[in-house]
Nanobody, 125 residues
Framework: QVHLVESGGGSVQAGGSLRLSCAAS??????MGWFRQAPGKEREGVAA????????YYADSVKGRFTISQDGAKNTVYLQMNSLKPADSAMYYC????????????????????WGQGTQVTVSS
């Protein structure tokens, strides 16, 4: 498994921005992503990126507001979150996949077996 360390969470008002970072130690099969979990809700795939080519994927709920990017030299991915809403409040987790081939969907929980400790994002109205 890969060791993942997130940073950058915090509290902002609605409409504000935050940038999350995730540094990876280990082999990620060239794919990393972000999930989130709000209290009482299931974990939800937010965004994923192929760190080689930069192809990015987003959940419909964050398209146009969030941007995932990567720095291959640092083995780090970022999640720029703009126009934040109270509904975005959650614990955000950086993830890396269990295998090379995506079989269930790039934002499917099934694909990922390495998780960071999480960073809290709270958006107030």
């Amino acid at each position: 498994q890969v060791h993942l360390v997130e940073s950058g969470g915090g509290s902002v008002q609605a409409g504000g921005s935050l940038r999350l970072s995730c540094a990876a130690s280990g082999f990620t099969y060239g794919l990393m992503g972000w999930f989130r979990q709000a209290p009482g809700k299931e974990r939800e795939g937010v965004a994923a990126i192929y760190t080689g080519g930069g192809d990015a994927y987003y959940a419909d709920s964050v398209k146009g507001r969030f941007t995932i990017s990567q720095d291959g030299a640092k083995n780090t991915v970022y999640l720029q979150m703009n126009s934040l809403k109270p509904a975005d409040s959650a614990m955000y987790y950086c993830v890396a996949p269990a295998r090379l081939e995506v079989v269930a969907g790039i934002l499917s929980l099934y694909e990922y077996d390495s998780w960071g400790q999480g960073t809290q994002v709270t958006v107030s109205s």
